[in-house]
């Protein structure tokens, strides 16, 4: 398989790395990413011979979010169209959350908005000390809604309330305390710390860790369409607000909106 935005590489033991791969960009998410990262979700579903999946990123950051260009585009939009882009996010990060198949997050870097969404579908993530994380959307007017279900089973809905309203930074300790990451290492120390945390895995039943899977997500947090339907009007309904309108417009133009002291 190839593809433009990421890059696919298995070894013999069944472990499939899924690497974002726009490194000068921070690995942003763009429309074709998210298209490619579903299909890929598909393949390892669906792939017997994958027994892990790594989700990882090339280069300084694990994934800043949203690309500019994308949200460009999306400032010029309908509501209609914002709704199906929203929802292709959506389905993307749901189908990684109900892979078969452990995922397991190697955080190489920094992560925001959309990137935390992505470390929230792993089933166990591990990141370097030096990466900082935030979910920064009420800066721009806007709010973290799509990956929002995500984000609030992971981490809970206080943690959420604070870092949802407040846009703050924060880093890979904290990352670690409030359930985000699971542990934290030295990049050096990156690759020996995701080999440490995949061997159990091998000791387990793929059919049982499958069934595993889907006995977590039907006991917790219920995730489905009307959910998923409710995060995507949310989310268009404040794109069309004035603080939406001026954020926008404040982060393209590098101003600062009136809210900002």
Known sequence: ?????????????????????????HNAMSGLMIDEITQVAAHLAADTGTRLVILTGNGASFC????????????????????????????MLKALRDLPKPLIGRINGQAFGGGVGLISVCDAAIGVDT????????????????????????????QSMRYFTSARLFDAKEARQCGLLHGICESESLDAAIETELK???????????????????????????LIDLTLEKLADTWETADAKEGIDAFFGKTNPSWKN
């Open 1 to 25: 398989m190839s593809f433009e935005t990421i890059l696919l590489n298995h070894d013999q033991r069944g472990v499939a790395t899924l690497t974002l791969n726009r490194p000068e960009q």
């Open 64 to 91: 800043a979010g949203g690309d500019l260009g994308w949200m460009r585009e999306q400032a010029l939009a309908s509501r209609f169209q914002r709704i199906e882009q929203a929802r292709k996010l959506a389905l």
């Open 131 to 158: 990466a900082r994380f935030g979910l920064t959307e009420t800066r721009l007017g806007l709010i973290p809604a799509t990956i929002s279900p995500y984000v609030i089973a992971r981490i809970g809905a206080a």
């Open 200 to 226: 159990p895995y091998f000791s387990a039943s793929p059919q049982a860790i499958a069934a595993a899977k889907k006995l977590v997500h039907a006991v917790g947090a219920k995730l489905d369409d009307h």
